[in-house]
């Protein structure tokens, strides 16, 4: 797999002046490379809009580093300490359900012991038993998909014999099946001791590692020509048991307990996914916590990505004079560049803006390295010409992939890192070929509220989504007004309290997107650089969790639509998701109520009664995901709706969960009456407020005729002034 001439990561997102971040870097060509600090201005390379705009910070950190490539090792996998065998005989064994026809074998279970190796596999030849000489036996025969199999292999060094096999229990009305191999092994040695690596041999080998679930893996002493109750628990082997890892045991961990006498405890690496259901799952549970018996299995995919895993080249100090803001470090050697975001907070002691803008980090992890598959030859010429970020995620999987995509055997990714390289959180980088704007999303279309700020001499401090999760409401005290990005989508439950604390606190809250507080992640202090997405029951979604496993496997929550917690968005926004087309934006016209005497001074500057007729986001202010005002779901009953939505293009369709069959809501009522964005306003008796512009596309309408003003601009000043007086 291809990769960049230099990239890194960080191992955080943001942090204060003062404090450090580690930097870990990989140069392809293991050249000498340059890192210079450079302040984020403007992350769109539109040139008909604000382009890509850096402050050099050269003065503060310009350094020069003997580079290193730093591998990357894909896939997940188990390991523990191999068990001493006493004795001339012992069987390997697990339940396995692949996940996908592949064209290898597959390692289930490989023991490299002090002096012998013994390694099970399964794969298009059935089930095979491998000796370190090159021995094996194998038993022919097809493992479905879709079914749980026993599989085994047996060695007995008295006799010389080696055994491999499987049985398949009987289901629904197809009967039982047992496949066996046997092959001559004189002089082979049991392994002893060691290591056993579960769903691989040699970690991050391509083509070796396993997809799918395992469960019960176990070595015991015991010779196997067959298996008559492939089901039998852990438990159940008796004094047979040398060593067992029993994975209903610590799901919410990265922990693996051993059982039996010689059973040690064991480790998982690159995250395999657990909170799955298992070869005894009955569904009479749907949570693992209830049941974890039922969920005693692991799911491992050959491209899993926690963590890249490289030692830190130096560590960056923020300068104490940094201010808050978008920063990167600037990475260049003789084949190419790259860069490293992160944002600055406030020092906690030094006096704090009015106005504070909340990065979206969780959204743009859950994002990162969105492969589209439509980079195509429009595109790089685009990229080109505008001298846009010339790297994609479709060309460097080696990087991993995001929660909208799907592992090789079609089931969705449920976890995202920033411990790796995030090409699409990148200044310049390009999601659409957009022929009415910029094509920007996330990181690079964020910056447009950033330069806007900056345009019309409004001071301001960044925290992030991280943050607030860890901080919670104490962290958004000293602010008058909190700014969220244009797709502040996914969120904790402790960042939703913030919010909410924040607003009956008597704070502001301007909410300058859609489709945001749509999703609920996953989230474990023992991994804090990962989210997890299980995306259950209905909603948008690029996949759909399986049956039984909707609980998030790092904090046992059920998952999906924060609407299926009820917590449905406009309970902090005041508005929710409520349509999406292409990527395509119209305009807002504003409401009969938006003349009031109480609400009319937002619109004090703005001309006309439509507005937002142009922007970098797709050429309007609404577009592509809008939110409406909804009393039912949360919208206070004194919110007022003083813009909508007008023009829409005929591909904006009503949400998949608002309805009960087309064309009627779930309230009855007609389904295209939901295809609109309510652009509305609250003031609370406390001195709380919220405005929600309810639009993707509306930061990029802050831009207009070619700078940072226009109706849209007017109005969204008119609102951050008023609320951080």
């Known amino acids: 797999m291809r990769e960049l001439p230099v990239t890194g990561y960080l191992d955080r997102l943001s942090a204060r002046p003062g404090e450090a971040l580690d930097v870990m870097v990989s140069v392809r060509e293991a050249t000498r490379y340059r890192c210079r600090l450079v302040r984020v201005l403007s992350a769109d390379p539109n040139p008909a809009g604000p382009g890509v705009r850096f402050e050099e910070l050269g003065h503060l950190h310009d350094t020069t580093h003997a580079g290193r490539r730093q591998p990357i090792r894909l896939g997940s996998w188990g390991e523990a300490p191999g068990p001493a065998i006493d004795g001339a005989r012992a069987t390997w064994t697990a339940l396995v359900m692949p996940a996908l026809t592949q064209a290898e074998q597959r390692v289930v279970l490989h023991h490299a012991g002090e002096a012998a190796t013994l390694t099970l596999t399964v794969g298009p030849a059935g089930v095979e038993a491998v000796l370190a000489d090159g021995t094996v036996a194998h038993a ?100 047979a048991l040398i060593a067992g890892w029993d994975f209903a045991v610590g799901i919410g961990t990265q922990a693996i307990a051993g059982v039996g006498r010689a059973g040690q405890d064991g480790t998982l690496h690159n995250l395999p996914m657990r909170g799955v259901v298992g070869a005894r799952w009955t569904g009479a549970e749907q949570c693992w916590r209830h049941a974890p018996d039922h969920y005693a299995a692991i799911r491992f995919h050959d491209d899993d990505l926690s963590d890249c895993g490289w030692t830190p080249d130096f560590a960056f100090h923020v300068p104490d004079e940094l201010k808050s803001g978008a920063y990167a470090l600037h990475l260049t050697c003789a084949g190419g560049e790259d860069w490293l975001p992160f944002y ?75 411990l790796r390289p995030l090409l699409t959180m990148r200044p310049g980088y390009l999601t659409f070929n957009d022929k009415a704007g910029s094509g920007v999303r996330h990181y690079a279309s964020d910056s447009h509220l950033l330069g806007w700020l900056e345009a019309r001499g409004i001071d301001y ?183 909508r939505s007008e023009g829409l293009q005929p ?19 007609d389904a295209a009456g939901l295809v609109r964005g309510d652009m509305t306003l609250f003031e609370a008796a406390n001195g709380g407020a919220v405005f929600a512009a309810s639009s993707i596309s509306f930061i990029g309408a802050l831009w207009h005729d070619g700078a940072f003003g226009g109706p849209v601009s007017r109005l969204l000043e008119n609102v951050v002034r008023r609320f951080a007086a």
């Not at 591909?651 to 009522?669: N, V, Y």
């Open 140 to 239: 022919a025969g097809l493992l479905r998909h879709d079914r749980w199999h026993r599989v085994w292999a047996s060695l007995d060094t008295a006799t010389g014999r080696l055994v491999a096999g499987f049985h398949t229990p009987d289901q629904l009305y197809e009967p039982a099946h047992t496949a066996t191999g046997q092959s001559p092994a004189p002089g082979a040695a049991v392994p002893q001791g060691g290591i056993l690596h579960m769903a691989v041999a040699e970690p991050g080998t391509p083509g070796q590692g396993f997809t799918g679930k395992i469960e019960d893996p176990a070595v015991l002493d015991a010779f196997h020509t067959d298996w008559p109750a492939p089901l039998v628990r852990l438990t159940d082997h008796g004094d």
């Open 344 to 418: 600055v907070l406030a020092s906690r002691v030094s006096p704090h803006a009015r106005v504070a803008f909340l990065a979206p980090t969780f959204t743009y992890q859950a994002y990162g390295n969105h492969a589209l598959g439509w980079t195509n030859d429009a595109l790089r010429a685009r990229m080109a010409a505008w001298g846009a970020y010339p790297h994609t995620p479709d060309d460097h999987p080696i990087y991993g992939r995001c929660t909208y995509n799907h592992h090789p055997d079609g089931s969705g990714i449920a976890f995202a890192s920033r």
């Open 461 to 643: 401090d960044i925290v992030t989504d991280d943050d607030l999760h860890d901080e919670g409401a104490a962290l958004l005290a000293p602010y008058r007004v909190v700014l969220t990005g244009g797709h502040p989508e996914y969120h904790t439950a402790e960042t939703l309290d913030a919010l909410q604390a924040h607003v009956r606190g008597g704070g502001r809250l301007c909410y300058l997107g859609g489709n945001g507080f749509y999703w609920r992640i996953g989230r474990s202090a023992d991994l804090p650089h990962v989210v997890e997405v299980r995306r259950a029951e209905g909603g948008v979604r690029a996949w759909a969790a399986e049956p039984g496993e909707y609980h998030h496997q790092l904090d046992g929550h059920y998952g999906g639509l924060w609407k299926r917690n009820r917590r449905d968005p406009q309970q902090v926004a005041t508005t929710g998701f409520s349509t999406q087309g292409r990527y395509e934006a119209a305009w807002f016209r504003r409401t009969d109520a938006s003349y009031r005497p109480d609400v009319a001074w937002l619109f004090d500057g703005v001309e006309g009664e439509t507005f937002g007729h142009q922007g970098l986001n797709s050429g309007g202010a609404a577009g592509y995901e809008l939110d409406r005002a909804d009393p039912r779901l949360g919208t206070p009953d004194a919110a007022v709706v003083v813009a």
């Open 651 to 669: 591909g904006f369709l009503p949400l998949m969960e608002d309805l009960r069959f087309p064309p009627q809501a779930l309230t009855g009522e």
